[in-house]
């Protein structure tokens, strides 16, 4: 399949629930106009180039309002994004959801080069990261970034960035399945105290409850490289 063949929702954050070849996905379009979310101190001006969201690290923020009880249980998860990184915008999250004093899942960048992926329960947890071999913080570019986590592999993280895969992973896993969590998702910050916030644009953004191939990885961005100039 192709993200082309998906309705354009342009002008819509709306979460699309959507099956495809059997995968439901969760699609958060564009970030501009007409949203279903809500946008939570908007300082910097919201909309980014190449009708992104502009997060500021300060205290911008969205909450989808959306709990994710279709992926408890789960053992494989992908997220798909474009993002591009200001000079100060390093350790923060591009999504997250937060259940009780721990984390579900969360996925993060660090000091522009190193794509954290956090799943965690009350006792046990998932810590993976791969680090690329050059920081995309403040080179004024748009990347794609793509993680998928099979927590029943044997190398259950992988990360992409621009359609190539890292070759630095590391890692340590206490889990087999994704934690419940009733909690929502949160986009550009870890949880709704701004803590962790990421600063820079961010573009589309889709979660998968399965594993892409790179095949599939590759759909995506070449159906989306032309509008961030790549």
Not at 52 to 80: P, Q
Request: some cysteine; proline content about 2%; charged content about 15%.
């Amino acid at each position: 399949w192709l993200i082309e063949n998906v309705p354009d929702y342009k002008n819509s954050i709306n979460i699309v629930k959507i099956n495809i070849e059997g995968a439901e996905w969760l699609f958060f379009n564009d970030l501009i106009d007409n949203n279903s979310c809500e946008i939570y101190n908007d300082t910097s001006g919201s909309y980014g180039s190449n009708q992104s969201f502009a997060f500021d690290k300060v205290d911008d923020h969205i909450n989808t309002n959306t709990n994710y009880t279709k992926f408890d249980g789960t053992s494989e998860i992908t997220l798909n994004f474009w993002v591009k990184v200001i000079n100060n915008g390093l350790n923060g999250y591009i999504c997250s959801v937060l259940g009780g004093n721990f984390f579900s899942f969360g996925f993060s960048l660090n000091n522009g080069n190193v794509f954290y992926c956090r799943i965690d329960n009350a006792s046990n947890r998932a810590r993976s990261w791969g680090i690329f071999d050059n920081t995309i913080k403040g080179d004024g570019l748009w990347h794609n970034i793509t993680g998928t986590l099979d927590l029943n592999q044997s190398s259950e993280f992988q990360a992409y960035l621009d359609t190539e895969p890292v070759t630095n992973m590391n890692g340590f896993y206490q889990l087999t399945s994704l934690p419940s969590s009733t909690s929502p998702l949160y986009i550009g910050t870890r949880d709704n105290t701004n803590t962790f916030n990421f600063g820079g644009e961010i573009g589309p953004l889709q979660l998968y409850n399965r594993v892409l191939s790179t095949q599939e990885i590759k759909q995506n961005y070449n159906a989306l490289k032309g509008r961030f100039g790549l």
